[in-house]
């Protein structure tokens, strides 16, 4: 199995910051590398897919970059709305397996 | 718009089997191109996927849970079901299940997920 390793595990953060989740493979990926925000009691929604690519209906303040095996979600200015969990997700091949989650919450 | 839909009991007593059906509308099975998943997540921790079947009837489990489960589908349903058996507290988790496209591989639908305690 392929292990994602997410850092930080929680993060605080204002309103307005930038914020950079990172998401490590435990072997080369190439972009098969998702994003998603979870909410309490709420299903994950999918932000990024593909590394890079920016889901319909999703705010231009989120990003994302990386291959191969290091990965990067970017929140350019925190929105109230944008405290969450967020997790990664491999699917380059299966089991299918995600990050353990960093909790973004408000400073 | 694709929706899916959990149905099952919310709670299950140990060594027991937990069945779950997941109901989708907007889109049918049968028209291929997507796989139709099994997602969990224990209570406050992170996401385990279970497995996958595609509408033909293949599957692919999660190693971890292989020998407890069994994922099928009802076409004429548009609905597709998770069996596990030998069931423990173990397995107490929100249960979602979710679509993913093939050649588009990331869940972009999801149901709304369905708690299942397992207790005597």
């Known amino acids: 199995d392929i292990q994602m390793t997410q850092s930080p595990s929680s993060l605080s953060a204002s309103v307005g910051d930038r914020v950079t989740i990172t998401c490590r493979a435990s072997?080369?990926?190439?972009?098969?590398l998702n994003w998603y925000q979870q909410k309490p009691g709420k299903a994950p929604k999918l932000l990024i897919y593909?590394?890079?690519s920016l889901q319909s209906g999703v705010p231009s303040r989120f990003s994302g970059s990386g291959s191969g095996t290091d990965f990067t979600l970017t929140i350019s200015s925190l929105q109230p709305e944008d405290f969450a969990t967020y997790y990664c997700?491999?699917?380059?091949?299966?089991?299918?397996?995600f990050g353990q989650g960093t909790k973004l919450e408000i400073k | 718009q694709v929706q899916l839909q959990e149905s099952g009991p919310g709670l299950v007593k140990p060594s027991q089997t937990l069945s779950l059906t997941c109901t989708v509308s907007?889109?049918?099975?049968?028209?291929?191109?997507?796989?139709w998943s099994w997602i969990r997540q224990h209570p406050g921790k992170g996401l385990e996927w279970i497995g996958y079947?595609?509408?033909?009837?293949?599957?692919y489990y999660n190693p971890s849970l292989k020998s407890r489960v069994t994922i099928s589908v009802d076409t004429s349903k548009n609905q597709f079901s998770l069996k596990l058996s030998s069931v423990t507290a173990a397995d107490t988790a929100v249960y979602y299940c979710?679509?993913?496209?093939?050649?588009?591989?990331?869940?972009?639908?999801w149901g709304q997920g369905t708690l299942v305690t397992v207790s005597s």
């Open positions: 593909a590394a890079s």
């Open positions: 907007g889109g049918s099975i049968s028209s291929g191109g997507y796989y």
């Open positions: 979710a679509r993913e496209g093939s050649g588009s591989e990331y869940f972009h639908h």
């Open positions: 072997q080369s990926i190439s972009s098969y």
């Open positions: 079947i595609y509408y033909s009837g293949s599957t």
């Open positions: 997700q491999q699917s380059y091949s299966s089991p299918r397996t």
